[in-house]
C-alpha cells in the first residue's frame, strides 16, 4: 500500500469492512475525531433509545418499569453484553459503579484470598486514579498491606512471595503499550498473587478472551471504546470459579442475596451480583448497552486489524512530514504491541494539542509532554489520519501553536 497518497486512501476506505459502521455514529461535520480513547463518539440510536426510557419506560410506567421493562436486572444484562467482547462466560461481568470504584472492591475482595500477604504491587506510571484508589484503601485498611510500585517492564520481576495483588493496566494509557495478559497472569499466579487488569484502554478495540487468559479480576470503562457516554457505568469481571470466595466491601442492598426482603444482616448475592452496590443508573444503562449491542456487531478480527493500521499510517505519515521538527515516538512502533493509540512526544504538546483541536483534530494532551490520538475503528478513516498529520505539518510549518491563548490550560485536558 502506498500510504501517501489520499486517492489510495479513499480507496482503503471504500473497501473497508467497518465502513458500514461510521454513519452510524453522529459525527459533527469539520471534525477529525481522535480522541474515542477519552469519550466515544455518540451513536445516532443513543437518542431514540433515552427518549423511550425517559418518555415511556420512566414517563408512563414508572416504577412499574423496575419489574416491566427489568430495569433491575440492567447491569447484570448489559454487563454479560460486555462480558462477550471480553470472551468472558455469562454471568461474569457487571456494568455498575465507575472505574475507580469497581477497582477498589476487586482489590478488596482479591486482598482477603492472600490472608497472608502484604504487598499490593502496581506500575509506577500508572493511570493515577488506579494508584490513588489503592492508596485510600490501604489508608482505609490500616497496615494490612504496603502499596509498592515497579516500572512497567520490571513489574514482574518485582513479583516475590509477599506480593498478595498485581495491579496493572492491561494498555498503558500514556504509551499505548499492551501487557500480555496470559504470560503476566500466569507470572503473578506462580508467584502466587492475584492479578486484576484495568481494561480501560482495551475492551471494545483489543480482541480479548479472559478465561483463556486465566484472568481472575478486571475492571474497565464504559465511556472509552464501549461508547457509552459521557460518565457511563464502569464495569467488572470475576471469573466464575472464584465467586463464593470474593467478598466485596461496598456491601449495597443490590449485592444483597434478597434485596427486597429487606432484612437487617448481609448476605451476598450467589455469582456476579455482589459486586453490585446501590441502585442503578437506568439512564446511563441505557445508553451504554447501545454502544456495546453496535459493537458486537463488529467483527473484533477487523476492529483490531484496522486499529493497527490505523497506526502504522500515522507514524508513517508523521515520520515522512513531520521528521523535521522536535517529535518524538511514545509508543511502541510495532503495532502487534500497541492499543489502539499514537503518542508522540514534544516539549510544546499542549500548546500544537490546542491548535490542532482548534482546527478541528481532536486529540488529547497527558502531562508532561505527550500528544496523544486515539482511533476508534468503527468511525476513523484511513483519509482521516491523512489530513489530521496534514494540519499538524501546518501547524508546525507555521508555528501556529505558539500564540499565549494556546497556553491556556482548561480543567480537562
Ligand atoms: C479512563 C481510565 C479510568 C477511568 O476511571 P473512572 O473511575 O471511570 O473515571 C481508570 N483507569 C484507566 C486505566 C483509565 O484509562
Known amino acids: 500500500m502506498s500510504t501517501h497518497h489520499r486517492d489510495a486512501l479513499e480507496t482503503l476506505d471504500r473497501e473497508d469492512p467497518l465502513a458500514p459502521f461510521r454513519p452510524r455514529f453522529r459525527l459533527p461535520s469539520g471534525v477529525i475525531y481522535l480522541d474515542g480513547n477519552s469519550l466515544g463518539a455518540l451513536p445516532t440510536a443513543t437518542p431514540e433509545r433515552l427518549r423511550r426510557v425517559i418518555e415511556e419506560e420512566w414517563g408512563e410506567a414508572l416504577i412499574r418499569s423496575w419489574n416491566d421493562h427489568d430495569w433491575i436486572g440492567l447491569p447484570i444484562t448489559v454487563g454479560d453484553k460486555i462480558g462477550r467482547l471480553l470472551g468472558a462466560h455469562p454471568g461474569e461481568v457487571v456494568a455498575a459503579d465507575s472505574t475507580s470504584v469497581n477497582l477498589f472492591k476487586v482489590v478488596a475482595a482479591a486482598l482477603e484470598l492472600r490472608p497472608d500477604r502484604r504487598i499490593v504491587l502496581s506500575e509506577e506510571g500508572n493511570f493515577p486514579t488506579d494508584l490513588y484508589m489503592l492508596q485510600g484503601l490501604q489508608r482505609l485498611l490500616g497496615d494490612r498491606f504496603t502499596l509498592r510500585t515497579a516500572p512497567r517492564r520490571e513489574v514482574v520481576a518485582a513479583l516475590d512471595d509477599d506480593t498478595a495483588v498485581l495491579c496493572l493496566s492491561h494498555v498503558s494509557y500514556r504509551t499505548g503499550e499492551i501487557l500480555d495478559l496470559a504470560t503476566v497472569t500466569a507470572a503473578a499466579r506462580e508467584a502466587g498473587a492475584v492479578t486484576v487488569w484495568d481494561l480501560a484502554h ?191 505539518r501546518q501547524i508546525m510549518e507555521t508555528r501556529s501553536w505558539d500564540r499565549p491563548d494556546l497556553a491556556h490550560r482548561g480543567a480537562v485536558t
Open 202 to 392: 482495551s475492551a471494545g478495540v483489543l480482541p480479548l478472551d479472559l478465561p483463556a487468559a486465566g484472568v481472575p479480576l478486571a475492571v474497565g470503562c464504559g465511556y472509552k471504546y464501549l461508547n457509552g457516554g459521557p460518565g457511563a457505568p464502569a464495569f467488572l469481571y470475576a471469573a466464575r470459579d472464584l465467586h463464593d470466595r470474593l467478598h466485596q466491601p461496598l456491601s449495597g442492598w443490590l449485592g444483597h442475596a434478597r434485596p427486597f426482603a429487606f432484612s437487617a444482616e448481609y448476605a451476598p448475592a450467589p455469582g456476579i451480583a455482589r459486586f453490585r452496590c446501590g441502585t442503578p443508573p437506568i439512564l446511563s444503562l441505557a445508553a451504554l448497552e447501545v454502544g456495546v449491542d453496535l459493537l458486537l456487531e463488529a467483527d473484533p478480527g477487523q476492529i483490531r486489524d484496522k486499529s493497527r493500521r490505523l497506526g502504522d499510517l500515522f507514524l508513517a505519515l508523521v515520520a515522512e512530514r513531520c521528521a523535521r521538527w522536535d517529535f518524538t515516538i511514545a509508543c511502541p512502533t510495532d503495532s502487534a504491541r500497541r492499543g489502539s493509540q499514537i503518542c508522540l512526544r514534544h516539549p510544546d504538546g499542549h500548546a500544537i494539542v490546542q491548535a490542532l483541536i482548534e482546527r478541528g483534530v481532536i486529540g488529547d494532551f497527558r502531562a508532561p509532554d505527550i500528544l496523544r490520538f486515539g482511533f476508534a475503528p468503527l468511525y476513523v478513516r484511513y483519509v482521516d489520519i491523512w489530513d489530521a498529520v496534514e494540519h499538524l
